[in-house]
């Protein structure tokens, strides 16, 4: 009798649990009379990002566009199904109404659908269909295909803005966490996201997100996200747990965000019905631009803000070389850095931000850095050769017949350097003579540094998600070497570029990589992740200079940048015991 009651009670609670709200449409999701339909029209899209795809896409454009204006825009996911009039959806009559009202700006509708490879015989084969590629993986693939091609053909007909602020990405499920994807990637094209019964699990790593969000400089993005406590709960993850924690970093961000909840399951019933009202919130007061979060007052707040100063940004330095890299302070907080294609150092004065070029013919000098005796050591790769600068610029050789990427020196005048190809790390010490401390393990060792007290070595692999920690023995051996910083990395390829490297007083190691400069506490975890200084081009090194040690200058593709900060850095020629860590 026992078991039947508790059967009766379970069968009860399921039936309830599953009990799902049918939402209605509203009259914007109708045509009204009085409002002036816009056009659908529908093109067919061969991709060369994803190559060899072919796709439909449908273009909306309201009956208020003004040729030769440009328009907002609003981009949708699986396209089909959004502009399908007798479907759920019915975007382009939903934005017929918006704009008529004008609670929305005139604004251009994008409809794309999902890339198919074509089989050759389809009657033996099978086609390849590419919606999960593209819509759940979590690199900037598919921000470029609509930056590089999607939109670049439709603004061949129509003038469409290029103000990041008014222009929004949406889509449902996987097509929601694709529409998140592109803005988080390139919040200079796309600032405003609709989110519905988003694929925030397991399925190609965007469960990932709500961690990323809490460790990611905010960016400037209004995030609109809809679920239902009956979505998805399947191998990857559960849908309803995701959308909720999305909800929570987003809103432990500061961002703008509003998240609607419902019962249904995974669907576009409630979505559908609550489009209008979505859309609206989405582009309130549109005039205004969208700016990234601060913080807020009284608030458990994003960890990064105990490292960047909230008046500053970053700030453009120098600009026109090639190549950037290997930033290193000087005694006076001036910066030296390399443009290694173009074989040349150049010099720039903190105080009054100039730049002057301060030698040629440098042998493609990568890394750099300054030691006790006031030189400037290079890692002179075009020469096979580790060389030290005076003041003057005389040149001297430290060690021929190496190849070098990356140097660090102590105190005592001695010298790591990383060779890449060989997969090595060579010592040389004060006396000039040079070995190998470590050799395999990393597939690609890239940046060095000592640790504030030049204890440890952390050694960068440029190809996997790992910097190496090293104990540094008294005759400079290398030893204990383990996989010890974790960093974040997106797919494709699973690898987080980390490049050059420096440290702060308390123990952070700031790490330049594909994702911005990730900071890493010192049990060797990233705790916050400053934004890139630019949105595409390599992110290579990073070192702290100015009076104080506390503006950190980053070298990034063909220029340099630099920012203020709320922490202080360390030099070559004065160890800093760090402070015993939170665990």
């Known amino acids: 009798m026992r078991h039947q009651t508790i059967a009766a009670v379970a069968l009860l609670v399921a039936s309830f649990s599953h009990a799902q709200t049918q939402y209605p449409l509203t009259a914007d999701s109708e045509p009204q009379p009085g409002v002036p339909k816009g056009s659908v029209t529908k093109y067919t ?82 086609h390849r269909y590419n919606r999960s590629f593209e819509y ?9 295909f609509l930056i590089e091609e999607i939109l670049p053909a439709v ?10 602020n008014l222009r929004g990405i949406g889509g449902s499920s996987s097509g929601a966490s694709a529409a998140f994807t592109a803005a988080w990637n390139r919040p200079d094209q796309f600032r405003r996201v609709l989110s519905f019964i988003g694929s925030y699990t397991g399925l190609r790593g965007a469960d990932a997100y709500p961690t990323w969000i809490r460790k990611t400089e905010p960016k400037p993005l209004r995030v609109f996200l809809q679920d239902g406590s009956n979505d998805l709960n399947i191998y990857s993850g559960s849908w309803w747990l995701g959308n909720q924690q999305m909800a929570s970093a987003l809103e432990y961000a500061g961002y703008d965000v509003k998240f609607v909840t ?144 990356d140097l660090a020196v102590n105190a005592k005048g001695e010298i790591y350097f990383s060779d890449p190809p060989g997969k090595r790390i060579w010592f040389i010490d004060a006396k000039g003579a040079k070995r190998i401390v470590h050799e395999g393990g990393l597939e690609y060792p890239n940046g060095v540094r000592l ?49 050059g490297m420096t440290f702060d007083t308390e123990g952070h190691l700031y790490v330049a990589t594909r994702v911005g400069v990730q900071v890493c506490d010192q049990p060797g975890r990233v705790n916050a992740i400053i934004s890139r200084p630019q949105p595409t081009g390599p992110l290579t090194n990073v070192v702290f200079a100015g009076p104080d040690l506390d503006w950190l200058y980053a070298t990034a593709g063909d220029k340099v940048f630099r920012r203020k900060l709320r922490r202080t850095g360390v030099t070559s020629w004065k160890p800093v015991k760090p402070p015993r860590p939170g665990l």
Not at 91 to 120: C, Q, S, W, Y
Not at 136 to 144: C, M, Q, S
Not at 157 to 163: E, G, K, R
Request: with cysteine; glycine share 8%; aromatic share 10%.
């Open 45 to 126: 899209w061969t991709s060369q990002v994803f190559a060899g795809t072919v796709r439909d896409y449908w273009v909306y454009v309201p009956a208020q566009y003004t040729p030769g204006t440009p328009a907002a825009v609003m981009v949708f996911q699986d396209g089909a199904g959004q502009v399908d009039e007798k479907g759920r959806w019915r975007a382009n009559v939903v934005l017929d109404n918006l704009i008529h009202k004008r609670e929305m700006p005139v604004t251009i509708g994008i409809f794309v659908n999902p890339g198919v490879l074509e089989a050759k015989d389809p009657t033996t084969e099978q």
């Open 136 to 144: 759940d993986a979590l690199g900037d693939r598919y921000a470029r």
């Open 155 to 164: 603004g061949k007909s129509y003038v469409l803005t290029a103000d990041p």
């Open 262 to 405: 419902g019962d249904q399951a995974h669907n576009g019933i409630h979505g559908s019905a609550i489009l209008p009202d979505a859309l609206r919130w989405l582009w309130r007061d549109w005039s205004q631009p969208i700016r990234q979060s601060k913080g807020k007052e009284g608030a458990e707040r994003h960890w990064i803000t105990q490292v960047l100063s909230p008046e500053h940004d970053w700030e453009l330095v120098s600009e026109g070389h090639q190549l950037t890299e290997g930033p290193s302070v000087d005694r006076d907080g001036n910066v030296f850095f390399t443009d290694i294609r173009a074989s040349r150092i150049y010099k720039v004065d903190h105080a009054t931000r100039k730049v002057a070029l301060w030698k040629e013919n440098t042998g493609n000098a990568n890394g750099m850095m300054l030691g006790k005796d006031g030189r400037l050591y290079a890692c002179q790769n075009g020469n096979k050769k580790i060389v030290a600068y005076a003041p003057d610029g005389k040149e001297t050789t430290i060690a021929e017949g190496v190849d070098s990427n």
């Open 451 to 499: 640790s504030p007290d030049q204890s440890k070595l952390a050694v960068a692999d440029y190809r996997t998600r790992w910097v190496w920690l090293f104990e540094v023995a008294a005759n400079g051996d290398l030893q204990n070497g383990a996989p010890f910083y974790r960093l974040e990395a997106p797919d494709d390829p699973i690898s987080a570029q980390a490049d």
